[in-house]
């Protein structure tokens, strides 16, 4: 039977699942959590927790299987539709009004699975906004944890049944068919949304969003897990922007970090970080009102203190986030209430006057303040200051870390005194000194007197005498600077060239009806025309840099191994083969692909051409081997 009580045989697979594979589901809820795991367990034939740990250590290909079942990826176009008619009809024309005609629109779809919701908001974005507004504004995110759900969601490709709840009208202006019972969605519109592995409870949000889709994913976390997300969401989002959640998700309505403006359809705001400061201090746990109200005065009173110390003081948490920062410390290094809660080494005080988290680090090793003194500080005005810092590390009753406190001491006024000191005791020792030499260096003040008159007759002469010598050197300089005119002139002719050849080069790939890739010895990929877009899905920009062995495509691309080190190692000047493929339509091709060696002063890499046989007739690629040409 699975209970929802701490478990030590569970909580050891969960540490073991963190550890080996990286997935924390610590603070999912334990009860549908262990429910999840114990179907799996049943369906190997195992009872206990130590029993099937001890089976993922030997099989370890049962990790897919397992996440498969704890991921529960359901989703569907436009679910719950009469919420998304609200969102499209009220709140994403109020969001686009209050942005400038020019500004980006930034949304993140959380928890996306296999990409059906992320497209519902392209859909409803590109129906508020026209399909080009949409190409030239719109950054839609989409993420989720599951890797296998979030490469179903790249292809973009659906059957008839996923599509039926979008309507028809949309359907017909948003999908085009591949002709073998799948549809996929529009190619330029798939630009703008950008899929990627994301974890909620461990990886930092993404900022600056004017719309963020969390639907029926909160759920499965417990409250502490919710908590964290929540936080998480609220220094995501911007003052003006919406958290649309799922129609089973009504935390929010006791929540301190958003209001709801629509509760019907989960639709929420942002509250404002001047209204949060005093939400905070109505803690649930609290007795009763009176003792609410006496905890608050006294966290009020608690800020106003530490706001008013007479030296400028910050607090980072054990997350490297800055947390507080007094008055002082606003002021002394420009800081404002907006910077509280970001990242602290996204400040510039973070590393100027002194590089600040390396010193943190060493604060928790040694578990002792760390102090410096007499730490430079240049001001805008070309004046220094001096600092004395003390980080003070932060802990609990039970010793464990919170994060630290930072002071910086102005002694400025104390260095320069110091330093006015210094200077005066030594003009007195000088001054002393320059006396008793005064007059030893009166007597000898003629005979030198008489000996520069001299001196001074020998240095007319050679003052002469170098000015020939920079006359001499000047006529060098000009002749050598025609010289460097006429360098000039030739590097300026093969640059033209060089530009004329680029030129020609791209008229080249651009007017070429075959894919041409082109990498270089480590496979990484240097060329993408437009003709291998079109087959297989992926941008340029999505593609350059990296190994073409590492590309997620409808080509089995490890089948291009043998065939590439042949070509690099000069061993074939071609190499030709036919492959089975899926297009990025998700249809099944036969793919004709030759690889040739990318030649310099010595092979420097392959280049790749291809192209689909089902629908090409052949055309010579070089040689005496043909690809096929497109027959219309």
């Not at 529960?72 to 436009?78: E, G, K, L, S, Y």
């Not at 999908?175 to 461990?202: C, K």
Request: with cysteine; aromatic share 8%.
């Amino acid at each position: 039977m699975v209970t929802s009580s701490k478990d030590p045989a569970f909580e050891a697979l969960l540490t073991y699942l963190r550890q080996s594979r990286g997935f924390d589901f610590t603070g999912y809820k334990r009860s549908t959590l262990m429910r999840r795991v114990h179907k799996r367990m049943q369906t190997l034939g195992l009872e206990e927790f130590s029993d099937y740990l001890d089976y993922l250590e030997v099989y370890p290909e049962e990790f897919n299987s397992l996440f498969n079942t704890i991921l529960i990826n359901v989703t569907a176009f436009f679910r719950d539709l009469i919420a998304w008619d609200h969102l499209r009809n009220q709140v994403l024309p109020s969001l686009i009004s209050s942005k400038n005609p020019k500004d980006p629109l930034r949304i993140w779809s959380a928890g996306c699975a296999s990409g059906e919701e992320a497209y519902t908001l392209a859909i409803l974005m590109a129906e508020n906004l026209g399909p080009e507004q949409f190409r030239q504004r719109v950054k839609i995110y989409a993420t989720d944890v599951d890797q296998e759900a979030l490469n179903l969601a790249r292809q973009a490709t659906y059957s008839s049944k996923d599509i039926e709840e979008v309507p028809e009208l949309l359907r017909n202006k948003y999908f085009e068919s591949t002709g073998n019972g799948r549809f996929v969605f529009r190619h330029d519109l798939r630009r703008s949304v950008i899929f990627g592995r994301h974890d909620l409870l461990q990886d930092a949000p993404i900022s600056r969003l004017d719309l963020l889709v969390c639907r029926n994913t909160l759920m499965y976390f417990n409250a502490e897990a919710q908590g964290r997300v929540l936080a998480r969401f609220h220094f995501a989002l911007n003052d003006t922007g919406y958290l649309f959640l799922g129609k089973a998700e009504m935390l929010l309505t006791h929540t301190n970090l958003f209001n709801p403006i629509d509760l019907r359809y989960r639709i929420f705001t942002k509250v404002s970080p001047t209204n949060i400061r005093d939400r905070l201090l109505v803690l649930a746990q609290a007795g009763d009102e009176e003792a609410s109200n006496r905890l608050s005065r006294n966290i009020r009173l608690r800020e106003a203190a530490f706001d008013t110390a007479p030296m400028a003081q910050i607090v980072i948490d054990l997350n490297g986030n800055l947390v507080l920062a007094n008055e002082q410390a606003r002021i002394l290094f420009n800081l404002s209430i907006r910077d509280l809660g970001r990242p602290f080494h996204e400040l510039e005080l973070s590393y100027r006057p002194v590089e600040l988290r390396s010193l943190i680090e060493r604060a928790y090793a040694d578990r002792r303040p760390v102090q410096l003194s007499n730490v430079e500080r240049y001001l805008p005005d070309a004046t220094i200051q001096y600092l004395d810092l003390k980080i003070l590390p932060l802990q609990d009753n039970g010793n464990n870390f919170l994060g630290v406190s930072i002071s910086f001491t102005d002694i400025t006024r104390y260095t320069q005194i110091q330093e006015e000191l210094q200077h005066s005791r030594q003009e007195l020792e000088t001054t002393s000194e320059e006396l008793q030499s005064t007059n030893e260096e009166l007597e000898t003040t003629n005979e030198e007197l008489q000996s520069t008159n001299e001196e001074l007759e020998t240095t007319n002469e050679e003052l002469q005498s170098t000015n020939e010598e920079l006359e001499t050197m000047n006529e060098e300089l000009q002749s050598t600077n025609e010289e460097l005119q006429t360098i000039n002139n030739e590097l300026s002719d093969r640059t033209t060239e060089l530009n004329r050849s680029n030129t020609f080069l791209r008229s080249i790939l651009g007017s070429l009806q075959t894919g041409v890739v082109v990498i270089d010895t480590n496979f990484n990929i240097l060329i993408w025309n437009y003709r291998v877009e079109d087959l297989w899905g992926l941008r340029t920009d999505e593609v350059l840099g990296n190994s073409l062995f590492g590309l997620d495509i409808g080509l089995p691309v490890d089948q291009l191994r043998v065939p590439l080190r042949e070509v690099l190692s000069g061993r074939s000047h071609l190499q030709q083969l036919v492959l089975e493929a899926t297009n990025r339509r998700g249809r099944t091709i036969q793919c004709y692909i030759t690889c040739t060696p990318l030649r310099g002063s010595e092979i420097e890499g392959a280049i790749l051409m291809m192209t689909d046989t089902d629908t090409s007739e052949r055309i010579n690629l070089g040689g005496d081997n043909d690809i096929f040409r497109s027959e219309d």
